[in-house]
């Protein structure tokens, strides 16, 4: 299944609806050969961390598929004459995935979060989705290598068709590119707060909120903690939106005369 893909502050991508997001990642789990892949979401926020740190914007593009949440992405791919096509979020395409797979025998292990917030999280996640098999989870404070080896081998072990990490942006990213080699895992999908959501500690933004491209207030309302990433950031994302949006025209523009053709005055 190929897909159109854009670029933004030079990451691929991928630009599909949700419903045909799940249709390839089930394809990632029937051609599985051994090779771990991963999938990214990628936001404003995550957006801004690539733009001052080449070496997350290169593990960002590692991925098998990155996907666009947010209305900040929609806006920098608009400026560059591209609609996409859908808010690929990790939240609802987990949710909804989940849903649409239900009994084909899927299994999956939760990493992440404090052992609080995980707990709760697995305990909603085996109640809701009665139709997948939950083999484990764990907390995702991990900098002791030793127990990353023995959190790795305990996830190869259960066998899960898919891992879902939420470590925050830059940290699950990053971990999952670390670690891809040493996991036996089809598809690792990097998912933010969506362990916050499952544990009841953080709640969605109102539906109208949502549509409207608001769902960062509704966030930071409960987290005030996150007033620098939106109030200070999504203002800073704009403008290296505009900036991107400049060169990638300024480039066009130099392809088109290249030629030698004389630039009109």
Not at 55 to 64: K, M, P
Not at 160 to 171: D, K
């Amino acid at each position: 299944m190929k897909e159109d893909r854009t670029s933004l502050f030079g990451i691929g991508v991928t630009n599909t609806t949700r419903r045909r997001a799940i249709r390839l990642l089930e394809e990632m789990i029937r051609r599985y050969r051994g090779r771990t892949q991963s999938v990214f979401f990628v936001n404003a926020h995550t957006l801004n961390l690539a733009d001052e740190d080449d070496e997350y914007r290169n593990v960002l593009r590692t991925a098998d598929h990155v996907f666009g949440d947010g209305t900040g992405v929609r806006w920098a791919s608009r400026m560059r004459g591209v609609q996409m096509q859908d808010n690929v979020n990790g939240t609802d395409l987990t949710r909804e995935w989940f849903r649409a797979a239900a009994g084909r025998g899927y299994r999956y292990f939760l990493l992440g979060g404090e052992d609080r917030i995980i707990q709760r999280a697995a305990k909603y996640a085996a109640e809701t989705f009665a139709g997948w098999t939950q083999v484990g989870w764990h907390h995702g404070y991990l900098d002791d290598p030793d127990l990353a080896t023995k959190v790795i081998l305990r996830i190869n072990r259960s066998r899960p068709h898919v891992l879902l990490v939420g470590m925050g942006n830059p940290i699950q990213e990053r971990w999952i590119r670390r670690h891809q080699h040493q996991l036996k895992v089809p598809v690792c999908m990097a998912v933010g707060g969506l362990f916050h959501y499952w544990a009841g500690d953080l709640r969605r933004s109102p539906a109208w909120l949502r549509r409207c491209g608001w769902e960062w207030l509704g966030i930071l309302l409960q987290q005030p903690h996150k007033a620098r990433r939106y109030l200070l950031g999504n203002p800073l994302f704009l403008m290296r939106a505009l900036r991107e949006t400049w060169q990638f025209h300024r480039r066009r523009l130099g392809n088109v005369y290249s030629d030698n053709t004389p630039v009109p005055a």
